[in-house]
């Protein structure tokens, strides 16, 4: 079946650091992949997606590559910001049902 | 901008207690999804509802489970008898075409303790 394994948590950086939140899968399929966030008393929010290999989701800084030959859809940004902290959640989508598979999350906290 | 608004954000329940969690989709989404993340653990697919049915639905999503959209506005997760094991953060969430074709949009959950 599918799986995500994510970066295991908290992770604590300073401001300006560079982050890096390792995300890998396990699909039946050829899936598309997903960051979502949840900041603080709010919902999952989509950060980025890609849906095919090689492709590169962006956004608010934040980048991350769907490498199909490692199986792995890792989280980086240049620079974080203490706006950044919250909970990074990896995820995948197969084709053929409605489901996403979800990783743990991971916490992030950014201290000026 | 539009959201799905779930109450309450924190329920607690006795063991054996009927709860009915509530979602509020996006107005004009067509599908709808409840999650669920047990402390620690993953976020979890439960079922997903299309056209007054289910459609898909996970091996967690037993006959304690139902769903229901009573009305065009919300869309619920009734649990019959919780068990300690039952608490988690609920999440619900709505999407306008399916997971196939667009994103799914989130509420911010229901943190659900069972005593």
């Known amino acids: 079946g599918n799986s995500v394994t994510q970066m295991e948590g908290p992770v604590t950086l300073s401001e300006e650091a560079f982050l890096t939140i390792n995300c890998t899968y396990t699909?039946?399929?050829?899936?598309?992949l997903f960051w979502y966030v949840q900041y603080p008393g709010e919902g999952l929010q989509l950060l980025l997606k890609?849906?095919?290999?090689?492709d590169k989701g962006s956004n608010k800084g934040f980048e991350a590559t769907y490498r199909k030959e490692t199986t792995s859809f890792h989280l980086e940004k240049g620079s974080v910001q203490v706006s950044d902290s919250a909970v990074y959640f990896c995820?995948?989508?197969?084709?053929?049902?409605?489901?996403?598979?979800f990783g743990t999350g991971t916490r992030l906290t950014i201290i000026p | 901008e539009p959201e799905v608004t779930q109450t309450p954000s924190h329920q607690v329940t006795q063991m054996g207690q009927e709860v009915i969690l509530r979602c509020v989709p996006i107005?004009?989404?067509?599908?709808f999804y409840w999650y669920r993340q047990i402390l620690g653990q993953k976020v979890e697919f439960l079922v997903s509802?299309?056209?007054?049915?289910?459609?898909?639905k996970s091996e967690i999503f037993d006959d304690q489970f139902s769903v229901e959209r009573p009305d065009g506005s919300n869309f619920t997760l009734k649990i019959r008898s919780t068990k300690l094991e039952d608490s988690a953060m609920y999440f619900c969430?709505?999407?306008?075409?399916?997971?196939?074709?667009?994103?799914?949009?989130f509420g911010q959950g229901t943190r659900l303790t069972v005593v």
């Open positions: 995820a995948l989508h197969d084709f053929g049902n409605e489901k996403l598979t």
């Open positions: 107005s004009n989404h067509l599908y």
């Open positions: 969430a709505s999407s306008p075409l399916g997971q196939l074709n667009t994103e799914a949009f």
């Open positions: 890609a849906t095919k290999a090689d």
């Open positions: 509802f299309y056209n007054n049915e289910i459609s898909e």
């Open positions: 699909a039946t399929g050829y899936p598309s």
